[in-house]
């Protein structure tokens, strides 16, 4: 038999444990928010700052006597943060089926309409203080809005007519034949595949 441990280790100390466990909880929790380098891009900031203004909107709507207009604020809030989240955990990328520029447009122009109609009607219809501030940081949420649909607009419209450009490219290509130099003088066959001889410059 083994002789007995002289010095059996001590019992493990509870706070050691409990600081471990937080430690190992720490990088969880940061799995979960977005990476820095997001979060700096115009997009990450776009978006930071369209579920910000949304969050401060509805809380001003909440407080004041126009609260029936709370719902467009939450509403626009839950979509900025998943839209937030799904460009950081790059979930385009994995539903590749969805047509995510085509949503975020959409999301950006229903909002900003439905921010300008109801800043608007509560900056001119209600007097209390609560129901202006909410009026005000809806017109910012409004521009903010605007941006991020203008800036969607030409990211689209640039990926399309690089499309197009490279679609028109590959045709003229597929249809039109090579210069060849034949005995110097310079004839032009077909490209292959295509039926017929092209008309040869001699």
Same mark, same amino acid.
């Given at each position: ?12 100390? %509870?706070? @050691?444990?409990?600081? !471990? $466990?937080? +430690?190992?909880? #720490?990088? &969880?929790?940061?799995? =979960?928010?977005? %990476?820095? @380098?997001?979060?700096? !891009? $115009?997009? +990450?900031?776009? #978006?930071? &700052?369209?579920?910000? =203004? ?19 604020? =939450? ?128």
């Amino acid at each position: 038999m083994w002789p007995p441990d002289p010095d059996p280790d001590p019992d493990p100390d %509870p706070q @050691a444990e409990s600081g !471990s $466990r937080a +430690g190992a909880a #720490l990088p &969880a929790l940061r799995a =979960l928010l977005p %990476p820095r @380098a997001f979060l700096c !891009s $115009r997009k +990450g900031r776009l #978006l930071l &700052a369209e579920s910000g =203004l949304s969050f401060i909107t509805l809380i001003c709507y909440v407080a004041s006597s126009a609260s029936a207009f709370f719902t467009a604020p =939450l509403l626009e809030f839950l979509l900025a943060l998943y839209f937030l989240f799904a460009d950081a955990m790059q979930l385009k990328d994995k539903w590749q089926g969805l047509c995510w520029p085509m949503m975020d447009f959409l999301r950006c122009v229903t909002a900003a309409l439905i921010y300008f109609a109801i800043s608007i009607t509560a900056v001119a219809k209600y007097s209390d203080g609560a129901s202006k501030a909410a009026g005000v940081f809806g017109f910012f949420a409004t521009i903010v809005f605007a941006i991020d649909f203008y800036l969607i607009f030409n990211d689209v419209a640039k990926f399309l007519k690089q499309g197009d450009s490279a679609d028109e490219t590959t045709a003229r290509k597929a249809e039109g034949g090579w210069p060849v130099s034949v005995s110097g003088w310079g004839l032009q066959l077909p490209a292959p595949g295509t039926l017929g001889w092209v008309e040869a410059g001699l």
